[in-house]
């Protein structure tokens, strides 16, 4: 019996490091990162097959970004989604193209006159990243998860970026996932009574919190069980969006009370603090 036992645990050595117990939640594990920038948007969505970025904060959050990404073990963006030209959208982004690198960038097709534009821009020359300035809706795959980007269905007219703004829907092993930039006004109305289907698991709320006369109709198509507003103590979302949000009894995460984190692992939803 004696010379059998190197052998049993040999074997159990080896079955232990074939065995990950962390391996099933790990890979279909995806993660929901807003952070905390003050009343401006900087999102990040992983997944074991990608890590997207949704918008990058103001002038002066790029570092900060950076050093947040690193703390979390993101190396490689494989896409950066800049929703529209507005400053707290944009303000961080060329300080991260500089630095991290990305395999795609996304931007909507408009011209804007502004410095973190002019900086945003000289960035995106420098890149090796694909740059696509988006004319028609762009559907994307990263192993299981499924990304589709709509353009805006209003044309710009010199004047609200927030209309302009490039909407991302995520679906992934069930679930949905809508971020929605800052579309506001004809936008909003046009995206909640055309033929999308807004419907969504996770609602990342648009233009911070500021109430929008469509805001009911937002939720009654969306009907989330999770909201994300980036907002701040400065700036917190207005007191009529809540009470319209209140009405469907979502739960509310607002980045004026830090960092939101959200995870979901076989379908349940837990929230980080």
């Avoid at 494989?78 to 300080?95: E, M, N, V, Y």
């Amino acid at each position: 019996m004696k010379r059998w036992i190197p052998i049993l645990l040999a074997l159990i050595l080896l079955l232990g490091c074939a065995y990950d117990p962390t391996e099933s939640e790990d890979t279909k594990k995806l993660e929901v990162f807003a952070f905390s920038v003050g009343k401006a948007d900087a999102l990040l969505v992983r997944t074991k097959d990608a890590a997207i970025m949704i918008d990058t904060g103001e002038n002066g959050d790029g570092e900060k970004l950076v050093k947040r990404l690193g703390e979390l073990g993101v190396e490689k963006l494989d896409l950066l989604i800049l929703t529209h030209f507005d400053k707290d959208h944009i303000g961080g982004a060329d300080t991260i193209i500089e630095t991290i690198a990305i395999d795609r960038i996304v931007l909507p097709s408009y011209d804007k006159e502004s410095k973190q534009y002019t900086q945003l821009a000289a960035a995106l020359k420098q890149t090796d990243a694909e740059v696509c300035y988006l004319t028609k809706d762009l559907p994307l795959t990263y192993g299981d998860l499924e990304l589709t980007i709509w353009t805006s269905p209003v044309p710009f007219d010199g004047k609200s970026d927030n209309e302009q703004s490039l909407i991302a829907k995520i679906v992934y092993e069930g679930k949905s996932y809508l971020f929605m930039g800052d579309a506001v006004g004809k936008e909003l109305e046009k995206l909640i009574f055309g033929t999308r289907n807004l419907t969504c698991d996770v609602l990342k709320l648009p233009h911070h919190g500021v109430y929008d006369e469509n805001t009911f109709a937002l939720m009654t198509a969306a009907m989330p069980s999770y909201v994300i507003i980036c907002d701040s103590e400065k700036n917190p979302a207005d007191a009529e969006t809540l009470a319209a949000i209140g009405f469907y009894d979502p739960v509310i995460l607002q980045t004026k009370d830090g960092e939101v984190h959200l995870t979901v692992s076989e379908g349940v939803f837990k929230t980080e603090e």
